[in-house]
């Protein structure tokens, strides 16, 4: 039988020794299709399902080969279905004075992280009429900071919904990726039994002496 003293300095040494590994991010991809026109009420939904289980610390999410001709018609979503968070990556852009809906084409592909050095606003009110926002790492309209801290387990659904006529666009797929927080970290199995060999030995030397 281990003893608790031996395993408490296994487990103090690991993390002195910085030799426990950190638990690695998950990473899964959705299917796309087409999104479709005018059809508020039955957008294009896409999934995926995580079965690692950690404390959520990040969120990035990549929109691969996304494109329509008015990034104004469009809500995309990103929901965690379990808990019910649900953050906006963006929704339906307005043009500079605010009021109507961006005429800016989407054509590539676009990931969004809370990190990202420029909002994806910025970016689609960067261009005039016809502009093609281009392909790169934006800051979503929403924060996906609400993920933090709720566990990693389930289903995320990735909403997108045109909300006007006449532009049509489609999704090649899409990226999540579920960072973990630090303290998720364990330990090996054969590093701690490693340790604790080395306590024993430790303490068989010291009772000797």
Avoid: Q, W
Avoid at 6 to 11: E, G, H, N, Q, R
Avoid at 81 to 96: A, H, K, Q
């Amino acid at each position: 039988m281990v003893n608790s003293k031996f395993l408490t300095a296994a487990l103090s040494l690991a993390l002195l020794l910085n030799i426990v590994p950190s638990v690695l991010a998950a990473t899964l991809t959705g299917a796309g299709g087409s999104i479709p026109d005018n059809s508020p009420t039955s957008p294009l939904t896409s999934s995926v399902t995580f079965t690692d289980s950690f404390a959520i610390d990040s969120v990035t999410i990549a929109l691969n080969n996304l494109s329509h001709t008015f990034v104004g018609d469009l809500i995309a979503t990103l929901t965690h279905v379990e808990t019910g968070t649900s953050v906006d990556l963006f929704n339906r852009i307005t043009n500079n004075n605010g009021v109507n809906p961006d005429s800016s084409n989407l054509g590539g592909t676009y990931t969004f992280s809370d990190s990202a050095p420029i909002s994806f606003l910025t970016a689609v009110r960067s261009g005039g009429t016809n502009f093609v926002v281009p392909t790169g790492s934006y800051a979503p309209t929403g924060l996906l900071s609400a993920f933090i801290g709720e566990s990693s387990l389930g289903t995320y659904l990735l909403t997108i919904s045109d909300n006007a006529a006449a532009d049509v666009g489609t999704l090649g797929s899409f990226t999540l990726t579920l960072n973990p927080a630090a303290a998720t970290a364990v330990p090996e199995p054969a590093t701690l039994l490693g340790l604790l060999a080395g306590c024993g030995a430790f303490a068989r030397l010291k009772k000797r002496a």
